[in-house]
């Protein structure tokens, strides 16, 4: 056998092996994703359904977020009760210190403000691909995403698409359902709908809604089984309903779970809908 006939084998043997892994792990979704306070799994996209203070970075539903406003803790944060800061300075402060001391989760957020120039810092892409490397190598789930997007589509850096893929492997492989949907949707654009099911309905059954979408379509045009779609339908419904509670519904009724919104801004539309 010629040395590349052997090199070739061995690259197929490897991502065979790759795959065979990414669909045997990451089944269930890491404990990252629950409520610090409530101990429940936060719901998909779980930053649109809780959200983080620069004081601790622990993550509280908008349900327990509610909650402790209605107990009149007006002013502080929900998990620690250290007062919470109205302006951008004194967060990024915070954040910052937190990240000088190895924070996995500091240095992700930190890197998301320099992404998307928050916080009162200007939007440096550079600097926010190194702070998700170092924080993807540190193990955070939410970095991996982010340097996944990035690379994959090109936003603010140079295509690499094997590159976007891989990170969003290694999150999928720990139970990230973002990741695991994307590696979906990228199977189906690629024509592999039978890798793609698999992907999704993994994803489907951990109550990410848009995998459940991207099922339901593929079925309607006979790229999925009815059977699958069953599947996913029926582990999407069990993953919501276990994830539930009355003051997150109540939560969503009064419209605070704001994507993105940081903590001192949703205080301050609770606080105004709670008059």
Known sequence: MSNDVAAVALADSAARNLQQRLMASGLERPEGDACSICFLLVEIPVREHSKTSACCLKRVCNGCILAAR?????????????????????????????????????????????????????????????????????????????????????????????????????????GHAESR?????????????????????????????????????????????????????????DAVEEIKSPQREEAKRLLINEAEAPMYLLRKKIEKVLK
Request: aromatic share 10%; glycine share 10%.
């Open 181 to 237: 949907h994307n590696l979906g949707v990228v199977e189906n654009d690629n024509g592999n709908y039978e890798l793609a099911v698999q992907h999704l309905v993994i994803s489907a059954k951990m109550g990410f809604g848009e995998s459940l979408n991207g099922i339901k379509d593929m079925f309607k045009v006979g790229q999925a089984t009815k059977a699958q779609y069953a599947e996913a339908l029926l582990g999407y419904r």
């Open 70 to 174: 209605q107990r009149g803790m007006l002013y502080g944060c929900p998990f620690c009760r250290t007062p919470l800061p109205a302006d951008e300075a004194p967060n990024l402060a915070m954040v910052q210190k937190r990240a000088d001391k190895g924070d996995v989760e500091a240095i992700t957020n930190l890197g998301h403000k320099y992404y998307y120039g928050q916080l009162g810092l200007a939007k440096d892409v550079p600097r926010a691909i190194e702070l998700y490397t170092k924080a993807a190598e540190l193990g955070s789930l939410d970095a991996h995403l982010y340097l996944g997007d990035s690379y994959y589509y090109g936003k603010s850096v140079e295509e690499d698409k094997p590159r976007g893929i891989h990170h969003w492997q290694q999150a999928a492989m720990e």
